[in-house]
DNA sequence: TTTTATACCTAAGTATTGTATGTATATAAC
DNA sequence: GTTATATACATACAATACTTAGGTATAAAA
């Protein structure tokens, strides 16, 4: 029997995203990700930075992301970047999350495109 | 602008299923919930007791679930119905969710048929 | 000069979910 | 006949994520 999938229904997606954000990106700075998913998203998602930087602050510390400060036109960015085990964790939760998406489209029964 | 989605990133994903199942069925009660989960997604996804009936207890508590208590062989059944307005709320939980979905498609750049 | 945008941060509260446990009956296995 | 499994409900406690609300600071625009 496959080994039920407790795996958080979902409640990660946040992690998720900043992982997968990175996987395409290189290096971003956090105000840069709740810009890019506003725009991503025309609008319609926000990302609340209470909610933002203990995430980063949680992945850095689990040794996903690596951050380095760096000064902009007299403010200090902090830039994070994947690490070799980021990249590694970001495809492996891209694959869970996916696995969890296809089976709550069973059970809601959404339209293919969703 | 449009006013920014902060409806709970997805973390309330029992609810609507809860919700939904109901659309289809009618009636159904606790454990059946658990079991046809188990099913539809092919034992893949396991819906635990501890959260499903505190989740339908608060349904019921919003108004949105009625529950009546039926002996079935010996054993007592809870079986809850979507209310008027449980109808309508699950259409807009399940327009939400299909909202956030798309949004989350949008950020993760996932194939289209998740 | 005040507001807005940029850029970071944390503390406290809320809400959902998982783990663990409990009760009880019916059925199947031993 | 006893034990294990399936059915069927329930709650308490802990873990965790997210929101709300606030704080600091610089640059640019009004």
Redesign the interface.
């Known amino acids: 029997?496959?080994t039920?999938?407790?795996s958080s229904?979902?409640?990660g997606?946040?992690s998720?995203?900043i992982l997968?954000?990175l996987e395409?990106r290189e290096r971003m700075y956090g105000y840069e990700i709740t810009q890019k998913?506003k725009e991503?998203?025309?609008?319609?998602?926000?990302i609340?930075e209470g909610a933002l930087y203990p995430a980063l602050h949680k992945l850095e510390a689990e040794g996903l992301l690596t951050a380095e400060i760096q000064l902009v036109d007299g403010r200090a960015r902090k830039y994070y970047s994947l690490t070799k085990t980021g990249h590694t964790e970001a495809a492996g939760r891209?694959a869970e999350?996916?696995?969890?998406?296809?089976?709550?489209n069973?059970?809601?029964?959404?339209k293919?495109?969703?």
């Open positions: 029997m496959n039920p999938n407790n229904l979902l409640k997606s946040l998720v995203m997968r954000l395409d998913v991503l998203t025309a609008g319609e998602m926000a609340t891209m999350l996916a696995a969890f998406l296809e089976n709550l069973l059970v809601l029964k959404l293919p495109s969703l």
